[in-house]
């Protein structure tokens, strides 16, 4: 019976541990986010850091590019400063369903914030760690069904002070129209936004421009991995990554928290474009959570 007890137990442990291997790491996410922040700095458009940032993701990616699963897509644009030359980096995960889920974030910080040290640490750092760390799942927990498909998108942030569609979200509006073109747009089930969702008080926004469907399978998946306290607190309308898409009639979802830091006379955002946005704003607990409900609602599309 002891015997017996004992092989009952390791079997128990041996599940327990494939469990845990199966979810994405917070802490590492966290560790990808500061080794991009701080080895990066600010990464505005046309800036060295802008170039290490590149440097980053193309040396994390390269055992996909090894296989033919990393690539860079290189566009120029004029805009009211100049003309700037843009970059996308796509990295893919074949799965066994025909279809496509998308994973996007953009990398870059706000150039008109050039001047303040800026460096983005929840907007576009964290979620740039966040897909790293799925990244590296992904190497070794290929896509059971669709292939998955990381954007990291450049040119989110508007060139002119105040926000200004024309300007602005260049990398999908460059990806939404190639991917119309060749043909990859029909095969998107879901165009996934990941934006500003690392902070410590975290609490995803219900975004009124979101497919309804999917704001439906992320509430699902907050309460299927025990994080419905964190999302989902106020509603809003967001202008963020995923508009190109939905204009084309992809089905889109922002996860995002636009709701970071105390607002203030002087930043009524909170810590959003200051210089205030530093790696000790950024959770690990946060990306846990953001990570598991990113993962969860990959799960959910699958199964729909």
Known sequence: MIARNAALFAVLLLCLCAQAQQKLSGQ???????????????????????????????????PEKAKGHFGEDAFTVNTSLGTFVMRNFIAKYPGKKDGIIVIATHYET??????????????????????????????????QGYSIWLLFDDGEESMQRQWNDNEALYGTRHAAARWSADGTLNKIKAFIVTDMIGDKDLNLNLDDNSTPWLRDILRQAAKNTGHSGSVFKRPIAVVD????????????????????????????????????????????????????????????????
Do not use: C
Request: no cysteine.
């Open 241 to 304: 990554d995923h508009i190109p898409f939905k204009e084309r009639g992809v089905p889109v979802l922002d996860m995002i928290d636009l709701d970071y830091g105390q607002p203030s006379f002087s930043h009524p955002e909170g810590w959003h474009h200051t210089p205030q946005d530093t790696m000790d704003k950024v959770s690990a607990h946060s990306l846990q959570i953001s990570a598991d409900l990113l993962l969860e609602t990959i799960h959910l599309i699958d199964k729909r």
């Open 28 to 62: 590492r996410a966290y560790t990808f986010t500061k080794q991009f922040v701080e080895g990066s700095g600010p990464r505005w458009l046309g800036s060295p850091g802008h170039t290490k940032a590149e440097n980053i993701l193309r040396k994390h990616f390269a």
């Open 110 to 143: 706000n150039i008109w914030l050039r001047d303040t040290g800026f460096v983005g640490a929840n907007d576009g750092g964290a979620t740039t760690g966040l897909l790293m760390e799925l990244g590296t799942y992904l190497r070794t927990h290929p896509p």
